[in-house]
Nanobody, 115 residues
Framework: QVQLVESGGGLVQAGGSLRLSCAAS????????MAWHRQAPGKQREWVAL???????NYADSVEGRFTVSRDIAKNTVYLQMNSLKPEDTAVYYC?????????WGQGTQVTVSS
């Protein structure tokens, strides 16, 4: 059973930084790709960043230049470094891993950015 557990969320002032972590129960190298998504209150879940097993990372336009996704294969963990946070970044952030046709989701971690 694949499990993903996010952590690192919290309350931060606008302009601040947070680093989210997504720990996998097994090797993250087994995932075709891992991604971060977020869902703000009253809005649909949206994609934020992608880190494929091979190839370049990708970011949503809204976070390009401010967020950085990375991974530590030895720790089976994917990270999302979030800088220059804005109130509109407030959301529950979810980690997703893809293996073949299946997607696995974490339970989410709340990020709140105050103005």
């Amino acid at each position: 059973q694949v499990q993903l557990v996010e952590s690192g969320g919290g309350l931060v002032q606008a302009g601040g930084s947070l680093r989210l972590s997504c720990a996998a129960s097994g090797s993250i190298f087994g995932f075709t790709a891992m991604a971060w998504h977020r869902q703000a209150p009253g809005k649909q879940r949206e994609w934020v960043a992608l880190i494929p097993r091979g190839g370049s990372t990708n970011y949503a336009d809204s976070v390009e230049g401010r967020f950085t996704v990375s991974r530590d294969i030895a720790k089976n963990t994917v990270y999302l470094q979030m800088n220059s946070l804005k109130p509109e970044d407030t959301a529950v952030y979810y980690c997703k891993g893809n293996i073949g046709s299946r997607d696995y989701w974490g339970q989410g971690t709340q990020v709140t950015v105050s103005s």
